[in-house]
């Protein structure tokens, strides 16, 4: 993750100064009035409250089981529901989520304006009886807390199991929404200590009694009366391990909180079912007998027969509500609820199929030429303290199949600091899960984050040692210290996944490297020739090179031969120079949190074509959840301006944490009298707003202030679908290297030119040029073909030398704006409304990419290049794939023209339409996704209609079309449209 002044335009910590909201610090007691009335005082969780519209409640009134207390809607004081929720009773809210409390940390959102298809999940933890349901208008829930970036151990934090007990499907069959979910408050929230032993049960149903009658509701509140009449409530179900080995034995282990004053009998079912099965097997039963007012926990040892894959387990908790305070009789046991968990039998090391590799400036996936979209997957609130100690496998396979229909092929995650058996088996899972899905694997080992770091020793010797010395905030995610554990740390993951073929090894997420001295450098380290250099950024850029090729050449030696990333450089705030720190690297990473713009700019002027390699947007994001805008407008600067892929911060929240982050805030260290002026500044900005009260590698979780999906579920929200949107529609739209006329010339190790660049590349796309970016260090491999040079910044004496012999051979070199007049710079020709209209070009295997940006809507442009000319309204954005053979992508608005036959019209929003063959006119099958529900009129006849997702799997549909009008609704907005 970025930080805060360096590339956020909205600082991740700013909303930490507001301090805690007024909602989550008052506890009202019970007996408050309420209008007329007064909640009763009840005894540990013992009411259950109904809130619904009035009209619904005067239905069911008279339905209710005896400890339900109807609250109608209309007259609910929320506070005071709050108060009780947080002594621990219960909640069923019957209706839409307009009015529900913030603070239970659950929201609602429009699925579809229409009926859906409502069924009750596989997985539900509550068993129902026969419910007639059928279709309805419903929202879908999701976990959303208060405040999006809540600060540790300050501002409350809800720890609950977030568990889906129905599902909506949409016309096609697909799930796309749960409009029904058990909250289980398992413990005490953090900071405030509210809501243990709290239930809630959300039904985002707009019209109940349309769907079901009154008799069929009771039968579902009959069913959550007796799960609290149980006084039973599990607080945790987990195994020792993720993964397991031949032979070796599992430990399931199961802890349950009895609300009763008494003691109560209950039952523990567990049953297995093995990879490839359809049906669960027993395993055996457990009896407990937890005393009143306090919990029990059950361990169930076995060894499972071995079967490599994922195994899931059952648990059923049993009890005869009625009887069990008979602790000497079972009576007639009845499931109470149900949980779900999976481990994977695994082979003793990692082996996955290589299914990614770089060619030139091409990143390939499973032999694919693409632009590709990924994400960060930090599925934990917790971060990075408990994501590996808790990692999920079960929610994870939904995660990473959701990941891969929403088009994203990469994601990016983070080892823990100090590993152990327990981690590390914890990433064998996730990495075997993203191939099975086709995903590739960036893992960063090194962070700005941490100052410890530790490992095992085979001896079992745990070993820590400082990565980051308490004054040493001038070196960020690097270290020069301690090089013998930095190596021994890297040999333990190259050893163990040297076979995981989908894997990329990261070693820095975010350098700052600025004048280290020898005190911070072991005696190896001030033995390398880079450290007599003059100080500046040219050393500071080698020293990181030094430090990453003696890291890759550990992996190497324990036989590692995967793809090694050194890291992304803070060239903007002259923290090294990014492409001489990774002149060894197979592919350039890049960062950005700026607005949209800065992703192109910088990656044009980071281009490392001239070194015939890639470069990434390994990641990018902005400090608010859902950003839509940003998210789709840098996917489209990342694209337009060469990437390889863009990999976007984040995905979402997956679950909450069982527990409290733990590391001690390290960046508050930068908090001294005495900071070194080579110190980063920034940290010390970010420490000033960290309560020393606060705690965590980062003072706050990432997922809820930068996720892009519904937290808790795997549907993705707008943003993730925007960037999505072109991951789906990359193939062929791979950067490739071909000689230009014109070239801006970039200097080496002078990050004081990137403002002049930036510049220039602007006033460049607002004449619509065609050129390309040449790094001064390769000046001399420049190719024949070149006629015009841009070099708005000095460069250094030997680039001089080689520019003053290019000007005496008749190449035109401009250090100023002047360009802006030449005849020798081939351009795109905006013919209709190209006031204000910037053209971002560059080559593609088999033709060129054109990307228009607007600030305001353009009703008509025309652009035209050399053979072959495209109309279009835009919105914000346009995309056209111009080839020899045809036009076979068009992004756009409105009457959309390919030369001069119109192609269709799209009513509103913006739609993009791509066909595997050369052209759209003549294309029998046109895939497309729209950014809204609209309506395209198209000039041909329509005949069939079928739908995709990242997967490919075409699946025929009916309706949607008429004629040669397509109508998308927002159900069928949600997907990759074929037209035939």
């Excluded at 609130?381 to 396979?397: G, M, N, T």
Aim: proline share 6%; with cysteine; hydrophobic share 40%.
């Amino acid at each position: 993750m970025a930080i805060g002044s360096v590339g956020f335009s909205v600082s991740p910590f700013e909303s930490l100064t507001k301090g805690t909201s007024q909602e989550n610090t008052d506890t009202l007691p019970a007996g408050k009035l309420k209008g007329d009335e007064i909640y009763p005082a009840a005894g540990y969780g013992t009411t259950t409250f109904l809130v619904a519209d009035a009209a619904v409640i005067r239905r069911l009134e008279n339905q209710l089981p005896s400890g339900f207390i109807p609250l109608p809607l209309q007259t609910l004081n929320a506070d005071e529901l709050v108060g009780r929720l947080a002594e621990g009773n219960a909640l069923v809210w019957l209706g839409e989520p307009g009015n529900l409390p913030p603070a239970l940390s659950v929201g609602g959102y429009v699925i579809s304006d229409d009926e859906l298809d409502i069924g009750v999940k596989s997985d539900s933890p509550i068993l129902w009886p026969h419910l007639p349901l059928t279709r309805a208008k419903v929202m879908g829930a999701y976990i959303a807390p208060p405040k999006g970036m809540p600060y540790h151990n300050v501002d409350e934090e809800i720890r609950a199991d977030f568990l889906p007990i129905w599902e909506a499907k949409d016309r096609f069959g697909n799930v796309v929404g749960y409009p029904a979910v058990y909250m289980n408050y398992f413990a005490p929230s953090l900071a405030l200590g509210r809501f243990e032993g709290c239930e809630c049960f959300f039904f985002f149903v707009h019209e109940p009694l349309k769907l079901m009658d009154e008799q069929q509701w009771k039968s579902i509140l009959d069913q959550l009366d007796r799960k609290r009449r149980s006084f039973l409530q599990v607080t945790d179900f987990n195994t020792n391990y993720t993964a397991f080995y031949k032979k070796e034995r599992v430990q399931l282990r199961v802890r349950l909180r009895n609300r009763n004053q008494r003691a109560v009998s209950v039952q523990f079912r567990f049953s297995i079912r093995y990879p490839d099965a359809t049906d669960f097997q027993p395993l055996g039963l457990l009896r407990r007998v937890p005393e009143g007012r306090s919990s029990t926990e059950a361990i169930f040892d076995f060894v499972p027969r071995f079967q490599p894959g994922l195994c899931e387990v059952r648990l059923e908790v049993l009890q005869d509500v009625s009887k069990a305070e008979l602790l000497a009789v079972d009576g007639n046991l009845e499931v109470i609820e149900v949980r779900y968990l999976a481990f994977k039998l695994a082979a003793d090391q990692v082996n996955t199929s290589v299914n990614h590799e770089i060619v030139g400036p091409s990143f390939k996936i499973d032999g694919e030429e693409a632009f590709w979209a990924g994400t960060h997957y930090y599925p934990s609130s917790s971060w990075w303290e408990w994501v590996w100690r808790d990692y999920r496998p079960l929610k994870a396979e939904e995660d990473l199949a959701a990941i891969r229909k929403a088009g994203y092929r990469i994601i990016r995650v983070w080892i823990n600091p100090v590993i152990d058996e327990q981690v590390l088996r914890s990433i064998d899972v996730a990495i075997e899960q993203a191939a099975r899905n086709g995903i590739v694997v960036i893992l960063t080992l090194f962070t700005q984050w941490v100052r410890q770091m530790g490992f095992q020793r085979d001896s079992g010797e745990q070993v820590l040692f400082d990565f980051r010395h308490p004054r040493d905030f001038n070196l960020i995610s690097v270290s020069l210290r301690n090089l013998d554990l930095q190596r021994e740390f890297i040999s333990i993951l190259a050893s163990r996944w040297k076979n995981a073929g989908n894997l990329i090894y990261n070693l820095s997420n975010e350098v700052y490297i600025k004048d280290p001295d020898t005190s911070q450098m072991d005696k190896e380290v001030q033995d390398w020739e880079e450290v007599t250099m003059s100080r500046g950024t040219l050393r500071d850029s080698l020293l990181y090179k030094r430090w990453a090729n003696v890291m890759t050449a550990v992996l190497r030696k324990a036989g590692s031969d995967q793809l090694v990333l050194p890291g992304y450089v803070f060239s903007t705030v002259d923290g090294g120079d990014v492409n001489v720190a990774n002149a060894d690297a197979p592919m350039v990473p890049w960062h950005n949190y700026y607005p949209a713009e800065h992703a192109g700019l910088k990656l044009q002027y980071l281009d490392p074509i001239s070194f015939n390699k890639p470069i990434l947007l390994e990641e990018f994001g902005y400090g608010e959840w859902n950003p839509t805008e940003r998210y789709d407008g840098t996917a489209h600067y990342a694209l337009a301006g060469g990437a390889a892929g863009a990999v976007s911060y984040e995905w979402g929240l997956s679950w909450l944490s069982k527990e409290s982050c733990y590391w001690p805030l390290p960046l508050r260290e930068t908090l001294v009298d005495d900071p070194d002026p080579r110190w980063f500044a920034p940290f010390a900005d970010m420490a000033r707003l960290m309560s020393d009260k606060g705690v965590g590698m980062c003072p706050t979780p990432s997922g809820t202030g930068y996720g892009s999906i519904y937290h808790g579920t795997p549907f993705p929200a707008s943003a993730a679908v925007a960037l999505g949107r072109l991951g789906l529609f990359g193939a062929g739209l791979q950067r490739v290297a071909a000689p230009e006329t014109a070239y801006v010339v970039i200097p080496k190790a002078q990050l004081q030119a990137i403002n002049t660049l930036d510049d220039t590349f602007r006033k460049l796309w607002e004449n619509h040029v065609l050129f390309g970016v040449w790094q001064e260090d390769q000046l001399a491999l420049l190719p024949d073909k070149v006629q015009v040079l841009i070099c708005p910044h000095a460069l250094g004496p030997e680039g001089t030398a080689v520019i003053e012999r290019l000007r005496a051979s008749g190449v035109s070199v401009f250090t100023d704006d002047t360009w802006v007049s030449s005849q020798l710079l081939d351009r795109v020709s905006v013919e209709a409304g190209g006031e204000g209209i910037r053209v971002v070009m560059r080559r593609t295997a088999k033709g060129m990419l054109l990307t228009a940006a607007v600030e305001q809507p353009v009703d008509q442009a025309v652009l035209a290049y050399s053979y072959e000319k495209v109309g279009m309204g835009l919105t914000d954005f346009g995309v056209v794939h111009l080839t020899k053979n045809g036009i076979p992508l068009v992004e756009g608005t409105r009457k959309i023209y390919i030369g001069k036959r119109q192609f269709c019209d799209v009513e509103s929003g913006r739609a993009i339409f791509a066909t595997e063959q050369p052209d759209l006119l003549k294309a029998a099958t046109v895939k497309l996704m729209v950014t809204q529900p609209t309506r395209i009129t198209f000039q041909r006849t329509i005949s069939q209609l079928c739908i995709s997702d990242g997967f490919g799997h075409e699946q025929p549909i009916q309706g949607g079309f008429k004629g040669n009008v397509l109508t998308v609704d927002d159900q069928l907005a949600r997907y990759v449209i074929l037209v035939k």
